[in-house]
């Protein structure tokens, strides 16, 4: 019997819809919307978290940071509690302290620099630019494409740079950038080798990497905020466990800093696990908000519902008085109604889904992510879809159970 009121009430939803195809369109355009939106944000998110994990896998997952402050950051640096305030600004003999310990195969003073590079009128917008040196690509991946990196006398300070590929293409288009002159913010600096990034590294908007310089060069030559954009970056030797290796470090750098015991560091440590925690919660709160959203566009579909099963209640008032007259229960009219109205949005639900999927192939190509709408969001957008359908279509069906079949037969 239920099986058979299920059928019955899908027949007459696609009946209606072939019936009135701009109302039903109309009616179910807010779930669809609503349900894009949903499995379009999933999968950005999806594909956020992805190039996150790729990253750090390229990177290596025991690569640690060390910087000034970063667990006590808010977000006005000038309400920073008075012990963080006087910290001392990272050095190289912070640098050089990490570098003695036996455990550690690289620790390295690094800049993050934000400036626009010209070429011939060819200007970009602002780019990530890195101060460090010839193991930069060790610790964060990539491929030396052509030319070279750094030598031991161009560390000093050299006006040189090391091109990113894509960045290289922008700028110089057919012309061969060695051995020319790209203009970084007021300083023009001679291009030495070009480099390739990790195909899967994740580079928010507004933060694309362009390039890499010695660090001496970013110091001596730009501006930049001691407070934030000076780090270390250290890789522990093969073998050595990443907990060892930062405790090894943070040893050092008390001795390094005549901490005595009992005195708070004067520095932090990021870590992989960090950086993870920092965007996992990024990411669910955007998704959290991006789902109240689209949830608007959920309630409108659903009021649109109501509206179109109330007047499918008033146009079939004769058929419901027949149903009932032949022995129809209010138990059997009222699943009819809504299934359905659970089988108008459910449609709606499955036409966005599939928007989403091209919506979520249109967003994985402009933000050169590699990722696929995750499945359990597919699955998620259907039943809410029912379950709206199910929610707006009670009161309409609850109406259609209650007519008295007498009245119902002298409907005009």
Known sequence: MVLRNVVEGASIALESLRANKLRSTLTILGVVIGVTTVMAIASMVQGI??????????????????????????????????EVR??????STDAAALTRVPEIAYAGMWVQLFQRMEYQGERTQTLTIFGADEHYMDVNGGTLLRGRFFTRGELAGDQVIVLETDLADRLFGRIDPLGRYVRVGDK??????????????FEPP???????????????????????????????????????????ATVALRRARNLRPGMPNTFDLITQDQILDVVGKFTTY???????????????????????MMVSVTDRTKEIGLRKALGATRREILWQFLVEAATLTFIGGLLGVAMGLLAGEGLKAVLKMESAVPLWSAFL??????????????????????MDPVEALRHE
């Open 206 to 248: 507004g933060q694309e990497v362009g390039g890499v310089v010695p660090f001496e060069t970013a110091r001596q030559n730009f501006r930049y905020d001691e407070t934030n954009a000076l780090f270390i970056a250290v890789r522990p030797r093969a073998g050595v466990a990443p907990e060892t290796a930062r405790d090894l």
């Open 86 to 91: 006087i910290r001392p600004v990272l050095g």
């Open 381 to 402: 957008a259907c039943a809410v879809s029912i379950a709206i359908g199910l929610a707006f279509g009670l009161i309409p069906a609850n109406r259609a159970a209650r």
């Open 286 to 308: 955007f998704f959290l908000a991006m789902v109240s959203l689209s949830s608007v566009a959920l309630l409108v579909g659903g009021i649109g519902v109501m509206a179109i």
């Open 49 to 82: 978290r992805t190039q996150i994990f790729n990253a750090i896998e390229t990177a290596g997952p025991s690569v640690f940071y060390v910087v000034r402050f970063f667990s006590q950051t808010p977000l006005n640096p000038d309400r920073l509690p008075y």
């Open 188 to 201: 023009a600096l001679r291009v030495i080798g070009i480099f390739q990034k990790p195909g899967n590294i």
